[in-house]
Every structure is written in C-alpha cells, then in structure tokens.
C-alpha cells in the first residue's frame, strides 16, 4: 500500500540552527501539507502546497518556514533558525486533491535544545 | 479558537464492548468530518469519514454518525478491541476551501 514517508525521524538540533525535514508524498498525489504537534497538544496544520506553490498557510507558517518540492518526489519543509518553540513533531501528508483524504507519513520528531 | 472539540481527554473500555468518542465542531461551513487513529510515535492514520450530507457512515466495526444540527458527531466501535487503544482525532473541513483543523484527541483504552 503506497505511503507517505519521512526522514530524519528523530532530529536534535541547536537553537538557532536550520533544519530539512524531508517527506515523500504518496506518488499520484497533488497536495501536499505539513502539519505538526507540539507534545501534549494537538495537531496543527501549518502549510499547503499544490502545483509548486503554497496555497495555504497557517499564522504559525511565518518566515522562517520554507517548503520546497525540489525534484519530482520529495517535499521539504525548512526551518531556518530554530527557536525551542519549534520542537514537536512534523508530520507530512498528501492528498488526491483538495478534497480528498489526507494520508499522514510516520513523523519526525524535531528536538531544539 | 478550538473549532473542533473533543471533550473526553480519555476514555476506557473493556474489550467486546462498545466504544463511543465523541466530537463537537463551531464552524457551520464544515461539510466534511474525518476521524483518525493515531498510535504514540507514529503518524495518523485515516479511519472513515463523512460528508455533511449523510448521517452515517459505516465500515466494518466503525461507524461515523452526524447530527448536522447539533454540530456534534460521533465515531462508535463495536466490538472494541485491544489493538483499538490509541488517540483518536477528529477532524474537520469545508470542502475544496479549508485545509484540516483536528481535535485535540481522545486517548481510548481497551481493556481485556
């Protein structure tokens, strides 16, 4: 069954430095999201991507978030300096369309110390 | 602004039985209602949905109910099973217009 997978799943990084959370979407989707979790609260949407742009963004999306489809397969999401804030889990997803349902990958858990 | 509520943190239930979470939304323009089982350290994983116009929808040991006009649905399993314990999310969106705003989970325990 196709999935959405994620790499790194677990990454501890610095205050201050930049993260490339990679994800690849389930092959014939269109949409592509990230959402993440900060623990013990629930899952926030922070950025749709559809046709190499974003489409929608969350007020938690500010500028030091970045997404990126570099190639044909991959999806990235960039910090670019990390604040203690920002460690949660990042989950990436995909869809058919717009209305379609949204498949989860597994996470990756960022930790900013 | 919680849009999507769920206002059980956690609920237990001896294995066999019927398990009913339950989710109320705000928003009157949603029109398309997921619900998502998430185990600890993995990512959700979509179980069933509904559109706004149904009141049910049924697959295997899960059924969704909707009461557009209380703003209130619910997921029921029967029977529940251990394998069952995880969180369970309910989500919500307009169709084609806003992207998912989930709940804040309900943790399900199943006891044998």
């Known amino acids: 069954e196709p999935e959405v997978t994620q790499t790194p799943s677990h990454q501890v990084t610095q205050m201050g430095q930049e993260v490339i959370l990679r994800c690849v979407p389930i092959s014939n989707h269109l949409y592509f999201y990230w959402y993440r979790q900060i623990l013990g609260q629930k899952v926030e949407f922070l950025v749709s991507?559809?046709?190499?742009?974003?489409?929608?963004k969350s007020e938690i999306f500010d500028d030091q978030f970045s997404v990126e489809r570099p190639d044909g397969s991959n999806f990235t999401l960039k910090i670019r300096s990390t604040k203690l804030e920002d460690s949660a889990m990042y989950f990436c997803a995909s869809s058919v369309d717009k209305v379609g349902t949204i498949y989860f990958g597994e996470g990756s858990w960022l930790t900013v110390v | 602004d919680q849009q999507v509520k769920q206002n059980s943190p956690s609920l237990s239930v001896q294995e066999g039985r019927i398990s009913i979470l339950n989710c109320d939304y705000t928003n009157s323009m949603f029109d398309y209602f997921l619900w998502y089982k998430k185990y600890p350290a993995e990512g959700p994983t979509f179980l069933i949905s509904?559109?706004?116009?149904?009141d049910k929808n049924e697959d295997g040991r899960f059924t969704v109910f909707l009461n557009k006009s209380a703003k209130h649905l619910s997921l029921h399993i029967v029977p529940s099973q251990p394998g069952d314990s995880a969180v369970y999310f309910c989500a919500a969106s307009a169709q084609g217009n806003t992207p998912l705003v989930f709940g804040k989970g309900t943790r399900l325990s199943v006891i044998a």
């Open positions: 509904i559109s706004s116009i149904k």
């Open positions: 991507f559809y046709n190499n742009e974003i489409s929608e």
